[in-house]
């Protein structure tokens, strides 16, 4: 069956050092998004892309970057991490960007800032 | 995307009928209304939408008012694997899937 699957699930990392957190979906989805969900608030968006080479900011994109260099992949990069950046992180993705399509999450990545 | 208020939480009955409201008072012509849930420590998982009429798919019912206004989501027989924060979203695209707060179920034997 296809589907989105995120890396590492759990990670612990020290404030300043880069993280790269990976997202793979097999759906061959054009559309891929992160999110992050912090204790007691619903998910925001960090960046999206619409396919190969398109990436996007959302609503807390300052300190995360994308790279999209295929349809599969849409890993995301914190550039330095900071203890604000302690987070669970979601992953996901979407066939068509249009009113009434689906869109499906991975299982998410833990990720501690210290 | 249109803004929705949930309620915080509501309890429901093991085996009985868990519904969710919603309101989305300013939702747009071509805004969908979507639900999903969240299990603790999963991703959120894809429950059902609409855009006017009612739907039913294999794990609920999607219950939208004439005037769009408001939805209600319907569990027809609750488990304790119900037990989850239920999202309702009114959207047009997904660069603005906002989650807001959710209700949190709680399904008890």
């Known amino acids: 069956d296809a589907e989105i699957t995120q890396s590492p699930r759990h990670k612990i990392t020290e404030t300043g050092r880069q993280v790269t957190l990976a997202c793979h979906q097999t759906?061959?989805?054009?559309?891929m998004f992160w999110y992050r969900q912090d204790l007691g608030h619903g998910l925001r968006l960090i960046h999206y892309?619409?396919?190969?080479?398109?990436?996007n900011k959302g609503e807390v994109s300052d300190g995360y970057s994308v790279s999209r260099s295929n349809t599969e992949d849409l890993p995301l990069t914190l550039e330095s991490a900071a203890s604000s950046q302690t987070s669970v992180y979601f992953c996901?993705?979407?066939?068509?960007?249009?009113?009434?399509?689906?869109?499906?999450f991975g299982e998410g990545s833990w990720l501690t800032v210290v | 995307d249109a803004k929705t208020t949930q309620p915080p939480s509501m309890d429901c009955a093991e085996g009985r009928a868990a519904n969710l409201p919603c309101n989305h008072s300013t939702i747009s012509g071509n805004e969908y209304v979507y639900w999903y849930r969240q299990i603790h420590s999963q991703g959120p998982q894809y429950i059902i939408h609409g855009l006017k009429n009612n739907e039913t798919n294999e794990m609920a019912s999607l219950i939208i008012t004439e005037d769009r206004k408001s939805s209600t989501l319907i569990l027809p027989h609750a488990t304790l694997r119900d037990t989850a924060v239920y999202y309702c979203i009114a959207h047009y695209n997904f660069n603005k899937f906002y989650f807001g707060s959710g209700t949190k179920l709680n399904v008890k034997p």
């Open positions: 892309s619409y396919g190969v080479q398109d990436t």
């Open positions: 996901a993705s979407s066939e068509d960007l249009t009113a009434g399509n689906t869109i499906y």
């Open positions: 759906w061959n989805h054009n559309n």
